[in-house]
């Protein structure tokens, strides 16, 4: 594997939020971002991991256009993915662990820092509200299997199947084949959902759900609900969000060490290059091992990286919504 070319003159991209010296435009006209800084968007401002996040941003925008606060519009962003049966790894249609169950995990963040989580639940569509509400009504953060189930029970969330006829089948093809290693982590079957609204009153917060590595152990559960690891807002600095193997992410604390090195005077953009090579250094073999961070600060500004080429995430504020691939440290 070569390290990324780093484009050397500048280049501005007509219709692309890009700024800057490393910009460059691919086959499936996607602005890429290399280690470019975007310009300070207009508040308010949501932004979401990979292509499912354009959908996910448009029913955040509803509440974020209307002066709306940011909870409520990555709570209603997310659960567009954990609704949409033809996504592989988040809530409904997600592949199931190794013994064949769906079990999602999520969680949310305000801007005063209160947060909520649920790990390896069942059954239940929208493990996002379900985390609003652990956060809520409860004096805890995190609420996991059959206890975060007989809670969302009580609250009034519907029993749901979550195992749909072409995840099963899927399942059922991967147990028959000769090779039962694990699978590898990329954009095909690891594509967790983290949003990061800026509302019109400049409040940030946060949200992450999954339904996690496909074949897993059952009861393995990832980063997208450790806050801190998958998600982490400080209203003070800004926001981030991670994807991809959260063994490797919660090693590092991904999500918050992007927020303190915002803290630090680092953009969003330099915050996640940063915590890719952090996670490299910490790895002594990466093969297959993507990573992508997302971040948002205060002012606007917004930033993504990721370990191999593929990371994508959308970006919609008042004059923009658009897809756009992040930089990226190797090619696959």
């Known amino acids: 594997m070569s390290r990324r070319k780093f484009l050397k003159k500048s280049v501005f991209t007509a219709g692309s939020l890009i700024l800057g010296s490393c910009v460059e435009v691919n ?4 602005t890429v971002l290399l280690g470019a800084t975007m310009p300070v968007l207009k508040k308010p401002i949501v932004i979401a991991t990979w292509n499912h996040g354009l959908a996910a941003n448009k029913a955040a925008w509803e509440i974020l256009k209307n002066n709306g606060p940011a909870l409520d519009a990555v709570e209603k962003g997310v659960r567009v993915s954990e609704s949409d049966e033809n996504n592989r790894s988040v809530g409904l249609g997600g592949l199931p662990d190794k013994n064949g169950m769906v079990t999602l995990d999520a969680c949310i963040m305000n801007h ?28 805890h953060v995190m609420l996991v299997g059959q206890g975060a189930y007989d809670f969302a029970i009580e609250k009034g969330f519907p029993k749901v199947d979550l195992l749909t006829a072409e995840a099963k089948l899927e399942w059922e093809n991967w147990k028959a084949s000769e090779d039962l290693k694990k699978p590898a982590i990329n954009c095909e079957n690891h594509d967790t959902i983290g949003m990061l609204a800026m509302d019109a009153e400049g409040n940030i917060s946060g949200a992450c759900t999954t339904s996690g590595w496909a074949y897993k152990l059952h009861g393995r ?9 998958g998600l982490f807002v400080d209203n003070e600095v800004g926001g981030a969000c991670a994807t991809g193997m959260g063994e490797a992410v919660i090693r590092i604390a991904g999500s918050a060490t992007v927020v303190e ?44 990286y990721s370990v191999y080429a593929g990371f994508n995430y959308a970006v919609t504020s008042v004059d923009n919504h658009e897809l756009i691939d992040a930089g990226y440290e190797m090619e696959w």
Not at 221 to 229: T, Y
Not at 270 to 291: D, P, S, T, Y
């Open 27 to 30: 086959s499936k006209n996607h």
């Open 112 to 139: 005063e820092n209160e947060c909520g989580a649920v790990g390896c639940l069942t059954d239940i569509e929208h493990p996002i509200s379900v985390a609003r509400k652990v956060m809520e009504d409860t004096p």
């Open 261 to 304: 090195l915002m803290r630090h005077g680092k953009s969003p953009q330099e915050a996640c290059e940063i915590a890719v090579k952090r996670i490299m250094n910490k790895h002594k073999n990466m093969e297959g091992l993507q990573v992508g961070f997302l971040a948002m600060n205060n002012k606007g500004e917004v930033g993504a």
């Open 221 to 229: 559960i990832g980063d997208s609900p450790i806050i801190g690891a």
